[in-house]
Nanobody
Framework: MAQLVESGGDSVQTGESLTLSCAAS????????AGWLRQAPGKEREWVAY???????DYANSVKGRFTLSRDDAKNMVNLQMNSLKPEDTATYYC????????????????RGQGTQVTVSS
């Protein structure tokens, strides 16, 4: 059974940066569509970013140009570099992995971590 463990969540000010990391056991990220979801209080879970097995990545419009997803195959980790953070980025961020990128984009992946909290204050 796959286990995804996130780290790196924190409370920051508007404009600051954070890097979230996700370590996997039981699956190899390079064989999956891996990425991040987030859920803000009172809102539905939404897709943030994904990277397909071949290394192609895509981002939600709300984070495009500010967030960068990377994959470290040697460590079997995915990282989300978040720059120019805004209060609307406040959410619990979840690492996600599925054989289908569509499942990640629709926020219904087979594998998901427990989440890490990101709070951005104005």
């Amino acid at each position: 059974m796959a286990q995804l463990v996130e780290s790196g969540g924190d409370s920051v000010q508007t404009g600051e940066s954070l890097t979230l990391s996700c370590a996997a056991s039981g699956i190899t990220f390079s064989g999956y569509c891996a990425g991040w979801l987030r859920q803000a209080p009172g809102k539905e879970r939404e897709w943030v970013a994904y990277m397909a097995p071949i290394g192609v990545s895509d981002y939600a419009n709300s984070v495009k140009g500010r967030f960068t997803l990377s994959r470290d195959d040697a460590k079997n980790m995915v990282n989300l570099q978040m720059n120019s953070l805004k209060p609307e980025d406040t959410a619990t961020y979840y690492c996600a992995a599925d054989l289908s990128c569509r499942a990640v984009v629709t926020a219904s992946p087979t594998n998901r971590g427990q989440g890490t909290q990101v709070t951005v204050s104005s």
